[in-house]
């Protein structure tokens, strides 16, 4: 059997992900353990110049039978070379002119161009969107279908429109006129006087304001379609803070009926301890007493009654 390590190197990259050492170039310490070990470990425990995951450098041609001739096993030696040479820490060492090495650390050849693998670059991960940009979506865009009836419903569509500003209308003997543009598509909107005066009285009355107009689509234009059957809600834009403001202030004050029902809370709340009190007392009272007295005579100011605890 003979192995080239430069042979094992032409399939794809299967760099350990092992922790980068912190010490110099020339440290021969074997790479860490952590999770599943490599298969080039024990290898690297009995060679650790040789075997070097973090500075490596070609090895010989055929240091597979010096390795057998070492005692080590013939199926870890072909899995643990396989494992060394794939990786992209040294396939990257091979280049034309590099020496090779074997066990001992002594040069046995160079690298030829026949025996160079093809350019391999690393794994790169993904790259996530800036902070406050959505991601691209990679989901391909629907493409128009010739759908047949089976698969067709009858519905509805609704329109739902959003403007903030003061639209100028072409005035009509009972209506008034005026144009949106959403995206390019012009949609003309025919509205009644009161539908009318809900706009110019929100430009007068809010600083921000946005007003939302509803429809069904209806014929077709140049640019867009007209909108039939509008209508029209105003909504005043107030900033987050002069909201929450305006909602505290709005918060009734506290009334009679709620300062009332405090006290009565109080009173109810007195009389249940007046009650526990007089509970307490009472079980006090019922406990049995003894007399205590001396050769049935009670000498004069001995007439003391002592409790009789229970415990």
Not at 256 to 273: D, I, N, P
């Amino acid at each position: 059997m003979s192995i080239d390590p430069s042979e094992t190197a032409d399939t794809q990259d299967q760099d350990t992900a092992v922790p980068e050492p912190t010490a110099s170039a020339e440290t021969t310490d074997p790479p860490p353990q952590e999770g599943t070990p490599p298969s080039w470990l024990e290898l690297s425990l009995r060679w650790p110049a040789i075997f070097n995951i973090y500075h490596p450098r070609p090895l010989k041609i055929g240091i597979h039978d010096d390795l057998l001739q070492a005692g080590i096993d013939p199926a870890y030696v072909k899995r643990a070379l396989i494992g060394y040479c794939r990786s992209y820490r040294y396939r990257r060492t091979l280049v034309e002119g590099a020496e090779r090495i074997d066990l001992d650390g002594q040069p046995t050849g160079v690298v030829t161009a026949e025996q160079i693998p093809p350019a391999v670059t690393p794994r790169q991960r993904p790259v996530s969107p800036p902070k406050g940009q959505a991601a691209v979506s990679r989901r391909p865009i629907p493409q128009p279908l010739a759908l047949a009836e089976e698969y067709i419903v009858t519905g509805r569509l609704d329109l739902t429109i959003k403007i903030n500003e003061q639209p100028k209308a072409v005035p009509g003997p009972r209506d008034f006129t005026f144009g949106v543009d959403c995206d390019g598509t012009l949609i003309q909107v025919t509205v009644r006087p009161r539908l009318w005066n809900r706009l110019t009285q929100a430009a007068k009355d809010y600083p921000e304001w946005v007003a939302n107009i509803t429809g069904t689509m209806g014929p077709s234009t140049e640019r867009g379609f007209v909108l039939l059957d509008p209508s029209i809600q105003v909504f005043e834009k107030k900033p987050k803070e002069a909201a929450k403001t305006a909602a505290e202030s709005d918060s009734p004050p506290p009334t009679h009926e709620s300062s009332t029902l405090s006290a009565v809370e109080e009173k109810v709340k007195a009389a249940a301890q007046d009650r526990g009190r007089a509970a307490i007392a009472a079980a006090a009272a019922r406990r049995p007493k003894l007399t205590l007295s001396g050769g049935g005579k009670e000498p004069a100011g001995s007439n003391q009654q002592v409790s009789k605890r229970r415990w």
